[in-house]
């Protein structure tokens, strides 16, 4: 028995490097195998514009710290056709192309404030979804600022984008696709939630969170037909967006686990790292997970999600470390957020179902 499984696996590895060495010393061989994986790999995954649904795809739930799991600030929010980006940070498109999602006819961008992680992915948005189809300037809703932010992309990549038109044609790159349209939300108080967009069974409200010193700074809440998703932004705990999340199936909230980062504040000090200071200051101006699931707690959300997770979570246990006392606040109805989640709400229906696109 012994003898004949020891050919057998001795035949298939045999055969192996025989196939190997084949396609390793045939251009032929290898440009079949190109061809095939490129076929594997173009069109795009239509399943989240399918069905009546609100679909919240994480194509971002890292932070300034750099992480090779998590890139920035992205959220995609699908919903009766339409396609709306929460926050735009470096890496987030990587992922939407990575997962193949449909991003021609992106409806408008949310951003909750400036931030770097937050701004850093808007060109590849830009660029990638006009390549894909979008002729009329890209919609970028914010807080006041937005037009500067809009102004300085737009004079940065003023050269890129002419060469983009003169290369491929105006009938490819529409001119008026290398535009953006800012639009100004403000909101005066942290008891007003301002209309940002409403159509076809979707609302857009923003509302005002706490990041001082960075004012005024949103998160927001999406209502398609009956289901919901709240959005903390960038905010320290301060009320708001219990009472702005109130009864929202789902809440995306930031987490930073300021005992982690007092640990990495500790080691940078030990070695002498000015960087101390920065892991000293940012708690101040974030929540923790455990004060995260109060939050969700109070305003009864169904699912609680972390993103912008800080620091970077390695491991499970690092994970473990993170999420420390948040299952004596919220038992269920709690997860740590990844890149490549989506949540698929359908309407008329209670259901959160969770699909993995990696
Ligand atoms: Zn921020
Ligand atoms: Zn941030």
């Not at 002419?162 to 005066?188: K, S």
């Not at 705990?237 to 009472?243: C, E, H, P, S, Y």
Request: charged letters at 20%; aromatic letters at 8%; glycine letters at 12%.
């Amino acid at each position: 028995m012994m003898r004949i499984l020891a050919w057998v696996a001795g035949g298939l590895v045999l055969s192996g490097l025989i196939g190997f060495g084949a396609v390793w010393f045939s251009p032929g061989l290898q440009d079949a195998l190109m061809r095939r994986v490129i076929a594997d790999n173009t069109g795009t995954n239509e399943t989240v514009l399918r069905g009546d649904a609100l679909h919240v795809v994480f194509c971002g739930t890292g932070s300034p710290v750099p992480d090779p799991d998590r890139a920035q600030a992205c959220t995609a929010i699908y919903a009766g056709g339409k396609l709306f980006f929460i926050d735009a940070g470096l890496g987030g498109w990587n992922r939407m192309a990575a997962f193949r999602l449909p991003v021609g006819g992106v409806t408008g961008i949310l951003f909750t404030h400036f931030h770097s992680d937050h701004i850093s992915g808007l060109p590849d948005i830009a660029l990638n979804s006009w390549a894909a189809g979008r002729r009329d300037p890209l919609t970028l809703y914010g807080p006041p600022g937005i037009r500067q932010v809009a102004d300085g992309f737009a004079k940065a990549y003023e050269l890129d984008d002419g060469w983009r038109i003169a290369h491929h044609g105006p009938e490819f790159f529409a001119v008026a696709g290398a535009a953006f349209r800012p639009v100004e939300v403000d909101v005066p108080d942290h008891e007003t939630a301002v209309t940002v967009y409403e159509e076809d069974g979707l609302k857009i409200t923003a509302f005002l969170v706490s990041h001082e010193p960075v004012e005024p700074a949103y998160g927001y809440r999406i209502d398609y037909k009956d289901r919901s998703v709240v959005f903390s932004g960038d905010t320290m705990r301060d009320g708001t967006v219990a009472r702005m999340g109130k009864g929202a199936d789902v809440m995306v909230h930031e987490a930073l686990s300021t005992h982690m980062v007092g640990l990495i504040e500790e080691g940078l000090a030990a070695a002498g790292d000015r960087r101390t200071k920065v892991m000293h200051d940012i708690p101040s101006y974030h929540t923790t997970p455990v004060d995260a699931a109060k939050i969700a707690n109070e305003a009864s959300v169904k699912l609680l999600v972390l993103s912008h997770i800080v620091p970077r979570l390695p491991n499970a246990i690092a994970e473990r470390v993170f999420m420390r006392g948040v299952g004596a606040v919220r038992g269920d109805g709690v997860m740590l957020g990844y890149d490549g989640l989506d949540l698929e709400l359908p309407a008329g229906s209670g259901e959160i179902v969770q699909h993995d696109l990696r």
